[in-house]
């Protein structure tokens, strides 16, 4: 390990001044899902106090992600059908995504990150769904944040984590192999301190910080399940990428996961492209110019 990098601790790179706050709408909603004596109309009332959260709600309940067949008009509603678990976490992504910044430098691209996150967490809940894990929804939040680090990473130690990213993108590692080498920790760590520092749900924090770890999850068995759905996203292709470098591992980790025919990987990696290329718009992101389904062939 180099001496530059025995320097760096994640707490000293996370210090409380760079931490950026989340929206109060956020703080709200996480607190109440952590009581059991609340309903629709407690959960309603921070989102409707923040305008542009409550389109974004709306627009998130009517997409084809949840299929009703006829339009949802008020936000008790909403969270009536859908639950309230689903709306929170959604409300806490566009947080997230509202106070990350947005570091310029080379191959690093902040809306492809997103677009990467979005993807991975319809797989992942996809994946918790086929299982017939009750925590789907908890699948999708964690692989929606498990990458919100890297560009904090970026802003903070760019003479360090630049080369990381650089290599990356040169010659198809993984990234998180690469900080493990320098650092001692990985993005996941990272992602795991946030949430911590976020006072974010426990299960959130351990999906996030147990991403990179797949092999060690699928020898745990059925009871580390959700957490391999994660990682086993974490394995899908950048969008940024020319080539799926982890096909390989990710395909070898499906059948050990879910243990499916091909027809029922494709059936799958089919839903997750209609449901990004239906839910990229609502978070104002491009739809990937690649599908799933184009990378397999």
């Known amino acids: 390990m180099s001496t530059v990098a025995e320097k760096t601790s994640l707490e000293e790179v996370f210090h409380t001044d760079v931490l950026p706050a989340l929206p109060h709408s956020a703080i709200s909603l996480l607190q109440l899902s952590q009581r059991e004596d609340v309903g629709p109309n407690d959960f309603a009332r921070p989102i409707e106090a923040d305008p542009g959260l409550m389109g974004q709600v709306l627009r998130f309940v009517n997409s084809s992600y949840f299929g009703f067949s006829r339009e949802i008009m008020s936000v008790p509603q909403a969270i009536t059908l859908v639950g309230s678990r689903a709306i929170t976490n959604f409300a806490l992504w566009n947080a997230v995504f509202s106070v990350i910044p947005n570091p310029t430098f080379g191959p690093f691209d902040l809306k492809s990150l997103w677009q990467d996150s979005l993807r991975r967490a319809i797989f992942a809940r996809k994946a918790g769904r086929t299982l017939k894990l009750a925590e789907a929804e908890d699948l999708f939040a964690g692989a929606l944040l498990q990458d919100m680090a890297v560009p904090l ?8 984590y630049e080369p990381l990213v650089e290599k990356r993108a040169a010659e198809g590692l993984r990234l998180s192999g690469l900080e493990q080498e320098m ?4 993005h996941a760590d990272a992602a795991a301190l946030l949430a911590k520092r976020w006072n974010l749900p426990e299960e959130f924090v351990t999906l996030i910080a147990q991403h990179t770890q797949m092999d060690d999850l699928l020898g745990k068995g059925e009871l580390s399940r959700g957490p391999a759905c994660v990682a086993l996203a974490s394995l899908l292709p950048s969008c940024q990428d020319a080539q799926w470098h982890e096909q390989a591992d990710f395909l070898a980790a499906f059948q ?3 243990d499916s025919s091909d027809e029922v990987l494709q059936a799958i990696l089919v839903e997750v492209d209609e449901q990004t290329a239906e839910f990229a718009p609502l978070l104002k992101l491009p739809v990937p110019e690649r599908t799933l389904v184009d990378f397999m062939k």
């Open 183 to 186: 650092f001692g920790w990985d």
């Open 256 to 258: 050990r996961l879910i």
């Open 153 to 160: 990473l970026l802003k903070e130690l760019p003479e360090q």
